[in-house]
């Protein structure tokens, strides 16, 4: 999907059809990440979506398709009408999932969110151990609470993920979380490249560098037929040109009967198959690229998706400037556009954390 036909190695599509929306159901957070993209803090905060517009937010996505749905936060589990609105979106037709941290995955709360059709959770683990975990975390308690929540939603019947979001600080751990989390009998592992907004400025110099980048997503490509578990790299969209240069130099074809989903897509997704709404109902096309497209209080948010003129923009590419303009992986790579909004100023800028130059045939 989303293809550029002058580019090779995509499939066809077209680049507004929308496969996943993550919904910021509140601000409000149990945690105090030292990543958080939203800085959120444990406290109400004014002028969230009401049931009301989140029922109505839901019968507008279900317009564009049988779409994904991300119940994120903040901390989602602290919306006292959080299992009628999964509810509501799972009798729309919706595939309805959440982004819990965790720690108040509950027995009970496990079983409402599989009462309430929740098909799939996601949980961060950004360490193998509580001593990286809970300072990541900011939070004594935290990876024990994860490891509960874990427990809890496995005994409901809930398949879950694990998410992780990679820094200097804990780079040396991602193989022992990857066999975490095929010990825990994870569905999947996600595996997410810092992008520096948020409480995440404060941390920038924690971020992997380009060498670090690449060789990181070399390895993960390198563990995708040694674990029993789907992975995929978010926020990392070179991740899709190193598995077509991986690919071509092991002389494989990609299809999704040899590379499963990760032939059907691309890299950044921002605007064109996925987008964002804030607590207030801001759409962006992600968490990290904000950049507001329309209020869904104030319009629907079918509008906002088909006619928004960033949203437009970033279905462009021929708009990209810098490398990423002539790069033959732009259709399925695309650079991180929050990346670049953050380090220039123009959301349609070169990705700064990428060591390719367009035409280098030598494989990554």
Known sequence: MHANNSHPGTTSGKRDTLRLVAWETTRSCNLNC????AAARNEPYPGELSTEEAFRLMGDIRKLGEVIVILTGGEPLLRKDIFDIAKHGTDLGLRMTMAPNG?????????????AGIKRISISLDGATKEVHDAFRAMPGAFEGAMQGVANAKAA????????TITKKNLEEIPKILDLAVSLGAAAHHIFLLVPTGRGKEIEETAIDAVQYEETLNWFYDQRDKVPLQLKATCAPHYYRILRQRAKAEGKTISPATHGLDAMTRGCLGGIGFCFVSHV????????????CGNVKESSFVDIWQKSPTLLRLRDYDQLTGKCGPCEYRAVCGGCRA??????????AEEPLCQYQPGDTRKS
């Not at 995955?105 to 079983?111: C, D, F, I, R, S």
């Not at 019947?157 to 992780?164: A, D, L, R, S």
């Open 103 to 115: 720690t108040l995955v509950t027995p009970e709360n496990a079983e409402r969110m599989a009462d």
């Open 281 to 292: 109902g801001e759409v962006q096309p992600c968490g990290f690229l904000e950049t507001p």
């Open 34 to 37: 030292i990543h958080c993209r």
């Open 157 to 164: 019947g809930i398949e879950f993920q694990i998410n992780t």
């Open 339 to 348: 990346r670049a909004y953050e380090a220039t100023g123009d959301f349609m």
